[in-house]
Every structure is written in structure tokens, then in C-alpha cells.
């Protein structure tokens, strides 16, 4: 089997979850390829993708999937006699193909939330918008792939709820980067509940306003912020802090590895959303060995399950009290070994799997 892997969406500026799971299942799915008689080719749009590739990878240049002749993208592609592509989002063109075609839908949250990433192009922006403001243009796009891909049970439940797809639908589950492999030789991580540890974007529905408000009452304490933020964004979080309560850091974005150090240090990571698509930062908090205290919502307890605590997403008192109880030894070690208990069953190894197992039902069209 011929396979082409839509590795396009890897960024190589700063990592993104689309991102990071193209180029983790890219890695897992190369590395087994030769033993499931597989040839699998990479699809990118810009040379700089290639170092976020397996060594020895076979790639496919052709333009980014922002381009405006992207719905043909199937045409183009017949040429190349693949008798499958997997996509890791959904919007490649299937238009005349012959090749089975799996396409991938993480989740439904921007039918709730319509903003599109600020750094697509005007014309993809406005797309977006039209494109989410019903089911029926997402219904054609799925119902156009042998088979739909999603991240986690929670969503591939969503689908079924809105009637989102007549394909079938397969869970390839995101997992954790091993954040411990970044953390210097011979450091380990050092239990705790001083350092609050918040990764996501600042958006309305991430509610990072119910994680100040709950340092107010957690003096002693830092509450981390991580990620690159707006000045007029931070000014607004930045006015409700309250002095006598614990401290607040904005980081405005850092390294993969300067978070792994901050969430090996007597870290639990916070979480007020009240929205996800996955929740990929409990995930790789859980695996390192780090405690959550968490929305209570049905995709952070797909994700964590007993390895967090959990709290209404705007009780503040709640998500303080979820903290102070961390500083219990005992109840600090049972939420971690539950964490990494349950993590455990997430691997990229698994997840390839998963998707060879998808590939092996498609129909022959070459």
C-alpha cells in the first residue's frame, strides 16, 4: 500500500496541537510502515517541515492547504497512484480522487466558538465563518472521505449527537509529548502545590478569569500563565489581580523545555475552560507526573479520569479548594499515581495503529 500522509499542518514557528499530532502520529506511523507493507509518503507545503520528520522520510512538495486551489488538491494528487491519504484535519480536496481518503475532525468547538486563528488569511477567515455557521457544509466535506478520524470518544459522541457524518468514524487518540525527556539530566520532578501552571490561549471561553480570581485566595502561591498573549488581553486579566493574593506571571510564550521545568516543580496544572477540544496540557501534565485541578467536563474526564480533581468551571472558591487539598501528601500521591495510570492507555504507538486498522478497510480505488 501506497500511503500519503498530509503532514502539512506541522508549524515550524511555534508547536500548535494540529501540529504536534501530524508530526507525532507522523513518527509513530513511519516507524511501523515497513512491517505493515506500507509505503508512506509525507505530504508538506514548506521545506522547513522536513526536520519535524522521521529521518529518511519520503515528502511530497506541494502547496500549503491555505492555497486557494486546495479543494483540487485530489487532482493533483491522482498522479502519484496512492491508494490512500490520511489527512489530520479535514479540509484537503477530494474532489475526482482515486484513492481512499481518510479525513480527520478533532472536534466541534468552533461551531461554539467562531473565531477563527488570527493568522489565516483574510479569505480563509472569512470561509471559516461561513463554513461553521451551519452542519450542512461539514456534512458534504466528511461524507466525501471513506472514513472520519477523530481525537477522543467525546467527540466522535458529539458527531453522532448532530448526525455530523453517514461515514464511519474511528478514534486515533491524541496523546502526550514525554515532557520529561527535556528536563535536565538527573532531575526528577518535585511534588507540590506552590506553582499553578496554565497552558492555552487567552480566548473568551478559556476563562482564565476564574484561575485569578482563585489565586485571590491562594496567597504564597504563582500562578503561571504560558502562552504568548495580547497586550490589551493581559491588561484585562491583569486588572483583576488581586496583590494579596498569590502571584501571577505572564510568560507571553515559552520552550517546550521551560515547560517541562515549570510543571516539574512542585506544579499542579490548572485548567478553567469551559470548552475543549481535547485538552492536550492535562494530558501531558498527567504523563510527566503532575497533578491537574480541572473543569468538570465529559473531555477532561475522558482525558484525566481520577488523575485530577475537578470543579465547576466558574466556582473560583472551588478551584482553590481543589488546590489547598493537593498540599495533602497523601492525597497528592493518590491523584498523581491515578494520573499516570490512566495516561497510560494514550501512546502514538497505539494511536498508528489504530489508523493502519482504518486503512485496511478502505476501498482499493487506485
Keep these: 500500500m501506497r500511503l500519503l500522509f498530509d503532514a502539512r499542518y506541522i508549524r515550524t514557528d511555534f508547536p500548535d496541537g494540529i501540529g504536534r499530532y501530524s508530526a507525532e502520529l507522523a513518527a509513530a506511523v513511519f516507524a511501523v510502515a515497513p512491517a505493515q507493507g506500507v509505503e508512506v509518503v509525507f505530504l508538506i507545503w514548506d521545506d522547513a517541515q522536513i526536520a519535524f520528520l522521521p529521518g529518511g522520510a519520503r515528502v511530497l512538495r506541494i502547496h500549503a492547504p491555505t492555497a486557494l486551489r486546495e479543494p483540487f488538491t485530489a487532482l493533483l494528487l491522482n498522479r502519484y497512484r496512492a491508494d490512500a491519504l490520511f489527512s489530520p484535519m479535514q479540509t484537503i480536496g477530494s474532489l475526482g480522487r482515486r484513492f481512499g481518503l481518510i479525513l480527520t475532525l478533532h472536534d466541534t468547538i468552533y461551531y461554539r466558538h467562531r473565531t477563527p486563528p488570527r493568522d489565516l488569511p483574510w479569505y480563509v477567515r472569512v470561509g471559516w465563518r461561513l463554513f461553521h455557521l451551519s452542519y450542512v457544509p461539514q456534512r458534504l466535506t466528511l461524507d466525501a472521505a471513506d472514513a472520519v478520524a477523530t481525537v477522543s470518544d467525546t467527540s466522535a459522541a458529539e458527531f453522532a449527537r448532530v448526525k455530523l457524518t453517514k461515514r464511519p468514524v474511528v478514534v486515533i487518540p491524541n496523546a502526550p509529548q514525554r515532557l520529561a525527556a527535556l528536563l535536565p539530566a538527573g532531575s526528577r520532578v518535585e511534588p507540590g502545590a506552590e506553582n499553578l501552571v496554565y497552558m492555552g490561549s487567552f480566548m473568551p471561553y478559556k476563562n482564565v ?3 485569578i ?8 502561591r504563582t500562578l503561571h ?7 490589551e488581553r493581559r491588561a484585562e486579566l491583569s486588572s483583576l489581580v488581586d496583590p494579596a493574593g498569590a502571584s501571577v506571571v505572564f510568560h507571553n510564550g515559552v520552550t517546550d523545555a521551560e515547560y517541562a521545568a515549570l510543571l516539574a516543580d512542585r506544579a499542579v496544572l490548572v485548567s478553567a475552560s469551559l470548552d475543549e477540544g481535547y485538552g492536550l496540557p492535562v494530558a501531558e501534565a498527567l504523563e510527566l507526573g503532575a497533578p491537574a485541578v480541572i473543569t468538570d467536563m465529559p473531555i477532561f474526564r475522558e482525558v484525566a479520569g481520577d488523575g485530577a480533581l475537578y470543579a465547576p468551571g466558574r466556582d473560583a472558591e472551588a478551584f482553590a479548594a481543589g488546590i489547598r487539598s493537593l498540599d495533602d501528601a497523601v492525597t497528592r500521591a493518590a491523584v498523581i499515581a491515578a494520573g499516570t ?16 486498522d482504518a486503512l485496511a478497510t478502505l476501498p482499493r480505488r487506485r
Excluded at 213 to 220: F, N, V
Excluded at 225 to 231: A, K, M, T
Excluded at 345 to 350: E, G, L, V
Design 209 to 211: 478569569e476564574t484561575l
Design 213 to 220: 480570581r482563585a489565586a485571590a485566595s491562594l496567597p504564597g
Design 225 to 231: 500563565l504560558l502562552s504568548r498573549i495580547s497586550p
Design 341 to 356: 495510570a490512566h495516561i497510560a492507555r494514550f501512546s502514538w504507538d497505539r494511536s498508528a495503529a489504530t489508523l493502519f
